[in-house]
């Protein structure tokens, strides 16, 4: 028999306030999110899927506690549950600080054709006007969807689905807080409106369990920086035991930084630590345009352009690439291509 599966991992779909003194804090099992789909819902929404749900709890944490260690695990399941040709659709449960973290690195190491559908919620579950069972009901309907068989990995929320590349988290508590990326389809009173399509994901192998101890700092590289202290960290951080595996700097603009930070790049160059220039404007590309320590100098120092890669979608492929065993130019080469 045909079924979505969901893949659990906490967030504030799952969380509750049991003391005020802790605060809210995932906990409700992947059974308990499950339990608000009903017999009803195949009444209510044109395009419920024929298909059964099965669950699987992989974590219970709030997403700003996962590590890349968890997120190889999260594609691993992803994985496991797609071995099963019964298997039609994937959703995974998943706070929404990190969500876009997490689809980006299943994108990049993804292959399969059965579409994986990330949701969440931003009232928590005990929440009477919660938007978890909303979000898990269309979630499901969408990984289910014959419309979205070529579509990847995606992020559905409040009837919007979204390409897990380039979309962000743009409002702390707005209940529709993902913008950006392509907006793949929509779910309205239960039907489903195919509307684009994503790029494809760029196939990297899956990372080892090592990714988990992979050292990739964002270094905030604008107005009030120290690049002084950059160099500490790229100088000293060997003899505190730290091995730094890049650094990904935060510029502003199109791409630019405060005094000091060629030296840096410079720097870090020499040590054979790769480093990207990201920005920390929301949307629209890294570019080298301007000199006097802008992206056309630190660029000559060696820095490699995210693209329009967020400074977080940057690490994550920093990390898969470094992982990979990738030399220096090829590393160049294939960030390159995957940040356009
Ligand atoms: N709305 C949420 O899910 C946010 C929560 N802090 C989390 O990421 O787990």
Redesign the pocket.
């Known amino acids: 028999m045909p079924r979505v599966h969901v893949i659990a991992t906490?967030?504030?779909?799952a969380?509750r306030t049991e003391h005020h003194s802790i605060g809210?804090v995932?906990s409700d099992s992947v059974e308990e999110l499950l339990g608000v789909i009903t017999s009803g819902d195949r009444e209510a929404h044109e395009d419920w899927p024929e298909h059964q749900v099965s669950g699987e709890q992989l974590f219970s944490?709030?997403?700003?506690?996962l590590t890349f260690a968890d997120l190889r695990q999260i594609a691993l399941a992803v994985e496991q549950a797609v071995a099963d040709p019964e298997v039609v659709g994937v959703v995974i449960t998943?706070?929404?600080?990190?969500?876009e973290d997490t689809a980006f690195f299943l994108h990049c190491v993804y292959t399969g054709t059965v579409p994986v559908v990330i949701t969440?919620?931003?009232?928590?579950a005990d929440d009477p006007a919660g938007d978890g069972p909303g979000n898990l009901r269309e979630a499901i309907l969408a990984a289910g969807h014959p419309h979205m068989a070529d579509t990847g990995v995606t992020i559905s929320f409040a009837g919007r689905i979204h390409s897990a590349r380039a979309t962000r988290k743009h409002h702390t508590?707005a209940p529709e807080?993902f913008t950006g990326g392509t907006e793949i389809a929509t779910v309205t009173h239960g039907k489903l409106v195919r509307q684009a399509t994503a790029a494809a994901g760029p196939g990297l192998p899956m990372p080892p369990a090592e990714i988990g101890s992979v050292q990739i700092p964002i270094l905030e590289a604008g107005l009030g920086s120290s690049a002084q202290l950059a160099r500490h960290l790229v100088e000293d951080s060997a003899s505190c035991g730290i091995t730094l595996d890049g650094l990904v700097l935060m510029g502003t603009g199109a791409g630019n930084a405060a005094d000091g930070f060629v030296t840096v790049v410079d720097l870090a160059c020499q040590h054979h630590i790769p480093v990207v220039l990201a920005t920390r404007t929301t949307f629209g590309p890294v570019v080298a345009i301007y000199g006097n320590g802008g992206g056309v100098d630190l660029v000559a120092a060696g820095a490699m352009l995210a693209g329009s890669l967020s400074p977080y979608q940057a690490r994550i492929l920093l990390a898969l690439l470094v992982c990979a065993g990738f030399a220096a130019d090829q590393l160049a080469n294939r960030f390159a291509e995957v940040a356009g």
């Open positions: 906490g967030g504030t779909i969380s809210s995932a944490v709030n997403s700003f506690r998943h706070g929404t600080d990190t969500i969440g919620a931003q009232k928590p508590l807080p």
